[in-house]
């Protein structure tokens, strides 16, 4: 079997004095694309934050490599190869996409990997190079959320965490993003998505985990739960 990256243990997490995850078990292995799924408000992303050092737990615990990473920083998460691209993007607007990108990379010193991880980068998003030199704010919003991944990806990831990367992007940009996300699984990279769009999300996955009111309401291979009658009823409008 795999090795375990990311195992999540009884996970409790309030978040403005709502318990909002309420005793969350799920694991993440290498190699794997694992997508958590659940409509809005059952706690996805709270769960992401938690992982990532940005909310504190109430209970449970987050093991990365095997150790506990409870109430480390997002910062040193980076430095061990945990990367996050956070639902909203978060990419610095008055920088353009190039100092973006080079942003990605601010805990490596290797001049020559990180001029060629961009080159990477404009390879995976062609869309980028054609706009290397504008503002990242001036970009739409798939563009953006290209960037963030982009950024995120310079960190060289062991294991990429997305929240919600195709929120509010049109059907055409929301192909794109997906055609990508999947690129960058089979390119070697972990990655754990955050998803509403629970059809595509299990289309591209390997495993999935569906998030019902802050708990884990099942688990599975991702085409067998593509395929339930409960989640094509509650996700899927059938």
């Known amino acids: 079997m ?10 409790k997490v309030a978040y403005g004095g709502i318990q909002a995850v309420k005793g969350v078990d799920f694991e993440v292995h290498e190699g794997e694309l694992v997508t958590l799924i659940g409509s809005n408000g059952a706690g996805k992303t709270t769960t992401m934050k938690a992982i990532t050092g ?5 209970d449970g615990d987050i093991e990365y490599l095997g150790k506990s990473i409870k ?11 945990l990367a996050m ?3 909203g993007r978060g990419v610095f607007t008055r920088m353009t996409i190039t100092e973006n990108l080079q942003m990605g990379a601010y805990i490596r010193d290797d001049k020559s990997g990180i001029a060629e991880d961009i080159e990477k980068m404009f390879t995976i998003f062609p869309r980028l190079r054609e706009r ?7 970009m739409s919003g798939g563009e953006q959320q290209m960037l963030a991944m982009g950024r995120a990806l310079m960190s060289r990831p062991r294991v990429l965490l ?6 509010g ?5 929301v192909d794109k993003i997906f055609e990508v996300v999947k690129d960058v699984s089979a390119r070697g990279v972990t990655v754990l998505l955050v998803e509403q769009n629970a059809s595509r999300a299990l289309g591209i996955a390997d495993r999935g985990y569906v998030m019902e009111s802050g708990i884990v309401t099942m688990n599975g291979d991702a085409k067998q739960l ?3 009658p409960r989640v094509r009823a509650a996700y899927l409008g059938e």
């Open 54 to 58: 940005t909310l504190p737990l109430v």
């Open 169 to 173: 992007l049109s059907p055409i940009m």
């Open 85 to 87: 691209v956070p639902e």
């Open 226 to 228: 593509l395929n339930d």
């Open 71 to 81: 109430g480390k920083g997002a910062w040193d998460l980076v430095r061990d190869g």
């Open 162 to 167: 997305l929240d919600e990367p195709s929120m």
């Open 132 to 138: 290397k030199d504008q503002l990242a704010g001036t």
């Open 2 to 11: 795999a090795n375990t990256l990311l195992k999540v243990t009884g996970l």
